[in-house]
């Protein structure tokens, strides 16, 4: 056997990835400098990150091409890469989440505790899940350095690592589709621009702009007294886990810790994150009727729409009117509005925020967000999930088959918008749908037995919602994984497989595994 993949190049180039995400952890070093905490810690973090980016930016071979087969390895090698380097700064501050023990290597045990939990962290972080193992969140326990750090995770794996990385290397322009497709979420990758560096510069614009957007808004809200405790440092750390539907928080309440104007402020901007960020490329050429009649868009709206309506309708609804259950008024018209349309569009992107103690709520307004939970956003936004473009042509290809049951000689393909939707996409999609649901099914079992393993007690519907929380990336579960639970009590091998389900949620699955056959590092 002869390989055929130029692993070097890829290496090389994930090295370069770590350089820039150097550059990045100046804003934890100047959260530090401001509250004159933890300024040793993200400079040895910095010095630390870029020294192993140039070390293996060594491997380039100059003469090398990055052919497909290069770029899938190189966008998996990269994820796995910053999750990697992400656990620095946990590790040099001392973070360790079941104790004080820290980095004390009289304790092996702790140690591979404290590794586990923070490579954990960090790609719970970077992948956007919002799964945390730091339990109670404040500062008193952690740094605003650090927990700004944490956010900051967040933004920069929302759009996407790679996207940014085509956006300003003009050597990885060549092969930036082949790159972006790669990381991108959704079945299809819709260029914007005859070049795809621009096409990749225009969608972190777009994004960079609704957050800076937000910022400002969450901190007028601050200004003007209807928003007390959001100051300038809680808008702007916000701001870096909204936009890319992270969820992480500096507050132990989530958003339940603001005002419900600051609630209401949230919804729109979820729902911006889960929409495919190309429409809003046709809004500012004045494109409209692009964005309204596109299938996607219409599908994904009126899911959020109804699944809002019918929690809506069972939280106003409730046995006990007045009654108050995991932070919702029962018979409170805004209360109950507001609880339903934040947890619909929280849960349907996978931002994984909350308002209220879901966990808490009546069983079957949990099966319904459970629901929720596979659908995901759109194709092309920050929204993790199955993603709503694959469901309709799931929907669209099932009812041909019964219609060309009846009707054996019909050609009938798969249209949406109008448009016919290639085969190779049909059959992509039913692919990856399969390995998803076969994953999360498998891994639904394997927490379980783990967790019974070591005399850890999970219901059903708990050991379910870990499983489509990481690979979803989706943070919140039922039960002690509520929204304002944690995956800290699990055993160290079951996060490690809940690390292996947010690497391949996140890069949507296909490209990790195909890693992994034969065909692919032969002749």
Do not use: C
Not at 120 to 146: P, Q
Not at 292 to 306: D, H, L, M, P, S
Not at 364 to 389: C, D, E, N, R, Y
Not at 431 to 437: D, E, I, R, S
């Amino acid at each position: 056997m002869r390989v055929s993949v130029n692993w070097r190049q890829s290496v090389a180039l994930v090295g370069t990835v770590q350089k820039y995400l150097a550059v990045a952890l100046l804003v934890p070093l100047l959260v530090a400098v401001v509250y004159g905490d933890d300024v040793l810690v993200f400079l040895a973090s910095i010095l630390v990150t870029a020294g192993v980016g140039v070390a293996l930016e060594r491997f380039e071979d100059d003469h090398a091409e990055l052919g497909l087969e290069e770029a899938l390895l190189f966008v998996t090698l990269a994820w796995v890469g910053v999750s990697v380097g992400g656990t620095i700064p946990y590790l040099l501050a001392g973070v360790d989440t079941a104790s004080t023990v820290g980095l004390s290597l009289a304790s092996p045990t702790a140690l591979l505790q404290s590794v586990v939990n923070a490579l954990f962290e960090s790609t719970s972080g970077y992948t956007t899940t919002g799964a945390t193992v730091l339990g109670e969140i404040s500062f008193d326990r952690h740094s605003h350095a650090l927990l700004m750090y944490r956010q900051l995770t967040q933004w920069l794996g929302g759009m996407g690592i790679i996207v940014l990385m085509v956006a300003i290397l003009p050597e990885l322009a060549v092969n930036g589709a082949q790159l972006i497709d790669a990381e991108a979420p959704g079945p299809e990758l819709k260029k914007l621009t005859p070049q795809i560096a621009e096409t990749a510069r225009i969608l972190w614009l777009v994004y960079a702009g609704f957050t800076l957007l937000y910022v400002v808004l969450l901190y007028a809200f601050h200004l003007v007294g209807i928003a007390p405790n959001m100051n300038l440092y809680q808008a702007i750390a916000h701001g870096f886990t909204t936009l890319p539907t992270g969820g992480f928080s500096p507050e132990a309440d989530s958003i339940a810790a603001f005002s419900p104007a600051v609630q209401w402020l949230v919804i729109p901007f979820i729902v911006v994150a889960g929409t495919n960020f190309a429409l809003f490329y046709f809004v500012l050429k004045g494109k409209y009727s692009d964005v309204f009649q596109n299938r996607e868009f219409q599908g994904y709206v009126g899911a959020a729409a109804g699944v809002a309506l019918i929690l809506w309708v069972m939280l106003f609804t409730g046995a006990a009117p007045g009654l108050e259950l995991g932070g919702v008024t029962q018979g409170a018209v805004e209360n109950s509005l507001r609880q339903a349309a934040f947890q619909t569009v929280t849960l349907l992107n996978s931002t994984g925020y909350a308002t209220s103690d879901f966990a808490q709520w009546d069983e079957w307004a949990q099966v319904v967000l459970l629901g929720v939970m596979f659908i995901g956003g759109s194709a092309g936004s920050t929204g993790g999930g199955v993603k709503v473009i694959r469901w309709l042509v799931i929907f669209k290809a099932a009812r041909r088959q019964l219609e060309t049951t009846v009707y054996p000689d019909v050609v009938e393909p798969v249209r949406l918008g109008g448009q016919v939707v290639d085969e190779d996409v049909v059959r992509g999609v039913f692919a990856f749908t399969f390995l998803y649901l076969v994953i999360f099914g498998a891994s639904a079992v394997l927490v379980a037995i783990d967790a019974g393993r070591v005399g850890l007690s999970l219901s059903t519907i708990e050991a379910v919602s870990a499983s489509i929380a990481t690979i979803g990336n989706i943070g919140p579960g039922f039960g002690m994984l509520g929204p304002f639970g944690s995956y800290l009590d699990f055993p160290a091998t079951t996060k490690l497989l809940m690390i292996g389900l947010m690497w391949l949620g996140r890069l949507e699955i296909v490209p990790v595994l195909v890693l992994f056959t034969r065909s692919f590092w032969e002749w």
